[in-house]
């Protein structure tokens, strides 16, 4: 298969746009699959790069999904299974012709049929395995062996290492001379006589250099070595944090048995990110494919928890029954209380871990950072303060109103900057996802204390 770009709908602005499918496009494909047009199916299909195909199945309902699969048949693309949706993979799977599904497995590298397994159902799993040549299927099931998360599902097995005594010339001479090379590879990793890697060499310095000059004396001068059993989101760090290209990986015993890539390493840094912001609203991994049941069960345990905090509040609230059936402007103000207190504690919150999952927030600064959010706050409680201050003297002519509230807005924002940072890097200390549990202990804070706050203020100055 070809790859190019996707016309953009001329209707609309190209910075709108860029890289979405074409509608007209998406149109004709399933018109030809209406039609049963397989020829003008595979000529509309052509130009189409993988992932925009994977797109493509992923937008369509399930039952053009299915015509579409088995009229494209022979034409489809390991890569595109390596693109889909987990939520869409096991269903497309099992639509292919087993002699289809086969052919596109072998065309995947190790790394993309360990993801690809790692998606499916158990009862998959000898399906795929079996369309894998004896090489490639020890090759996968050792990665499987390692354990989930690790580096060493994250890696593929198809790598090429020189002895660290070869010259530019020889190992030139040794890829030419190979017919199972790596679609794509970035370096070549040199080894000593036990296989340990001690250095990575770049495609392009050997390219550039005389036959005859040593490759030790073109290694890189950043190298990584990357442990099978490290965690993926490690790994991700290090390619990030050192701007690796690619690094290998090595068993217990410092045997170098793999290879990680940049693609692969982004793909995880990607999904960390994509994790964190669906935690923070208390989600969890979901995706647009996910039936009505799955996303009940995904969201419906953290609405609980918000209930139950939601009715502490309400708690504190009782307490000062009385003081708001006197003074009834405070029922009307106790919201916007509560309001600025959560969303200046979500604001400090999502900088709080952000910097958590970049390492940047350690034990060295965290005072600094702490003290940093409650200046914020006290700043913005301040200059928010003496706006609902007047608001409130002139809304309700209540002269000892505008001080409760400016005075309650002050407490709130502060403890709300305190919270906010301090209450993620707690919940990382007793090893609970920061990003999954602290919105809802954020929220509750804020609330109790913005409620107390005002409504203790009131009691004591205004009956």
Known sequence: MTTGTVTPDQDKPRDEDAYELDRRHVAAILYAVDTDDRDQLIELMEPLHAADIADLLEQINTFDRARLIRLYDREFDGEILSELDEGIREEVVRLLNPDVLAEAVRELDSDDVVDLLEDLEESDHETILDALEDADR???????????????????????????????????????????????????????????????????????????????TLAEETFQIIPADQDEEDVAYAFNQYHLISAPVVDAEGRLVGVITIDDAMIVLDEEHEEDILRLAGVGESSLSDTVMETTRQRLPWLAVNLATAILASLVISIFESTIANVVALAVLMPIVASMGGNAGTQSLTVAVRALATRDLTGSNLGRVLRREVMVGLVNGAVFAVVMGIVGHVWFGLPLLGPVIAAAMVVNLVVAGLAGAGIPVLLEKAGIDPALASGTFVTTVTDVVGFFAFLGLASVFLL
Do not use: C, K
């Open 138 to 216: 020890v090759a996968v099931e050792q990665a499987l062996a390692y354990p989930e998360g690790s580096a060493g599902r994250l890696m593929q097995r198809e790598v090429v290492m020189a002895p660290e005594h070869w010259t530019v010339g020889e190992v030139i001479d040794f890829m030419r001379g190979s017919d199972d090379l790596p679609d794509q590879f970035y370096h070549v990793v040199l080894v000593d006589p036990r296989l340990h890697p001690v250095g990575n060499v770049t495609l392009g310095r050997i390219m550039s250099a005389r036959r005859e000059v040593p490759l030790s």
